[in-house]
């Protein structure tokens, strides 16, 4: 039973980890969502990268759910398959997080650059 509930937890530690990173990509997707309604040019390379990522989050976040239930629908150890999904979902994680820093870090000042200071996006 302690080994299952540690497994949980580590389930749940990288679903918060996940939660957390969206914490910074939610608000870039509405805020590009904001200036295409608007009819503001925003750079079209940065408006797929925003949203591919918030895709790409949002699926994480579903396959985490899920993997989390169904561990936590049998208690023993895990199956190779979810444990195999648990490596691939942290191993994901990581490369969304470096794409992510890339995006805020070198492709977002780039194209602020090119915006009108009320259309650019901040990041908190």
Not at 45 to 65: F, H, K, P, Q
């Amino acid at each position: 039973r302690k080994a299952w509930t540690a497994t949980l937890f580590e389930i749940g530690d990288l679903y918060r980890v996940i939660v957390e990173d969206t914490k910074t990509a939610r608000p870039l997707k509405w805020k590009a969502e904001k200036l295409k309604k608007q009819g503001s040019k925003i750079n079209e390379e940065a408006m797929a990268e925003i949203m591919e990522i918030n895709r790409m989050y949002d699926e994480l976040l579903s396959r985490t759910g899920s993997l989390y239930r169904s561990v936590g629908n049998w208690m023993g150890p895990m199956t190779a398959d979810q444990r195999s999904q648990m490596t691939y979902y942290a191993e994901v994680q990581e490369r969304l997080s470096k794409r992510m820093d890339t995006l805020i870090h070198e492709m977002l000042p780039k194209w602020n650059k090119k915006l009108d200071k009320v259309y650019r996006f901040e990041i908190d």
